[in-house]
Nanobody, 122 residues
Framework: QVQLVESGGGLVQAGGSLRLSCAAS????????MGWFRQGPGKEREFVAL????????YYADSVKGRFTISRDNAKNTVFLEMNSLKPEDTAVYYC???????????????WGQGTKVTVSS
């Protein structure tokens, strides 16, 4: 049974930092593109960042470019999202996902975690 488990969310003041982790029970973790998505209150789920199979390519939503960094450790089946200079509008439930292509569309991802909540206070 495939499981993706996010951790690291919490409450932080604007300008602060958080590091999210996602541990995956995928047998062939290194063959998956890993993505982070988020869903704010009353909003649709949106793309945040993705990283290619070997970590050689990364892509970010314009809203987080320069503030967030995605990385992965294939030896530990884990993907990370380092979030700096957080803003109140970053408040959302953050989800990690595993898929087969370098896509920003949620429908292109096969496996999802349960999410971790990030709240940024002003």
């Amino acid at each position: 049974q495939v499981q993706l488990v996010e951790s690291g969310g919490g409450l932080v003041q604007a300008g602060g930092s958080l590091r999210l982790s996602c541990a995956a029970s995928l047998r062939t973790f290194s063959s998956y593109v890993m993505g982070w998505f988020r869903q704010g209150p009353g909003k649709e789920r949106e793309f945040v960042a993705l990283i290619s199979w070997n970590g050689g390519s990364t892509y970010y939503a314009d809203s987080v470019k320069g503030r967030f960094t995605i990385s992965r450790d294939n030896a530990k089946n884990t993907v990370f999202l380092e979030m700096n200079s957080l803003k109140p509008e970053d408040t959302a439930v953050y989800y990690c996902a595993a898929g087969g292509s370098l896509s920003h569309r949620p429908t292109d991802y096969n496996y999802w975690g349960q999410g971790t909540k990030v709240t940024v206070s002003s």
